[in-house]
């Protein structure tokens, strides 16, 4: 399967900056990647599709402006965390469509802790 | 619309014993159905799929599962448990259609030695 990394593993910050995720595919060119956010003891609940080339598609409730998303190439797809609070505080999971069913492959996570 | 039902949310197994995790769905059309573990602070990690052919599947680390049609499951199982299972299991389900998977709630496993 794909291999994929997140950067950074992990980050803590002030209440109201800003933070920048990385999803990235090592292994190959992914033109669709998910990016989805889980509280503690809880399932993965997706928040946007990220399309390379095009805007981002999110679900229903997830603030656009809030969680920017840019799938600049096949390679990288950014989840920025615009003016974080504590309530933003999770563990963020992308994970890039391939393979011949269309599989998902996960990145390791980030945790996300905002003070 | 998709649903997964992962109806325990705790699984306790003695190690070297069977154990199940259960799972059951709800899609339209053919389902396409995957089994992940996340272990702490950790991705998810791939473990087994159903796309067509034979019910039974085997994965990773041993773990197999049974894909059942009428009843709509796909159980997780292993003939013999470790204590380095014990973990938080996740079953998804996609239709054929589309990219977007669906979780359950997840199931942790906990194996005593």
């Known amino acids: 399967g794909a291999v994929v990394s997140q950067h950074p593993s992990w980050v803590i910050c002030k209440s109201g900056t800003s933070v920048k995720i990385e999803c990235r595919s090592l292994d190959f060119q992914a033109t669709t990647m998910f990016w989805y956010r889980q509280f503690p003891k809880q399932s993965l609940m997706l928040m946007a599709t990220?399309?390379?080339?095009?805007?981002?598609?999110?679900e229903q409730g997830v603030e656009k402006d809030k969680f920017l998303i840019n799938h600049a190439s096949l390679t990288l797809s950014t989840l920025t965390v615009t003016s974080a609070h504590p309530e933003d505080s999770s563990f963020y999971i992308c994970?890039?469509?391939?393979?011949?069913?269309?599989?998902?492959?996960f990145g390791p996570g980030t945790r996300l802790t905002v003070l | 619309a998709q649903s997964v039902a992962q109806p325990e949310d705790q699984v306790n197994v003695a190690e070297g014993n069977p154990l199940t995790v259960k799972c059951t769905y709800s899609v339209s059309g053919n389902p396409y159905l995957f089994w992940y573990v996340q272990y702490p602070n950790r991705g998810l990690q791939f473990l087994l799929k159903?796309?067509?052919?034979?019910?039974l599947v085997k994965g990773s680390y041993g773990f197999e599962a049974e894909f059942n049609k009428s009843q709509t499951s796909f159980h997780l199982k292993k003939p013999s448990a470790l204590v380095s299972d014990s973990a938080l299991y996740f079953c998804?389900?996609?239709?054929?259609?589309?990219?977007?998977?669906?979780f359950g709630a997840g199931t942790i496993l906990r194996v005593k030695s």
């Open positions: 159903y796309i067509t052919g034979d019910n």
């Open positions: 994970s890039v469509v391939g393979g011949g069913y269309n599989e998902q492959f």
């Open positions: 990220s399309n390379e080339g095009s805007k981002a598609t999110y």
């Open positions: 998804a389900v996609r239709d054929g259609y589309g990219n977007k998977l669906v």
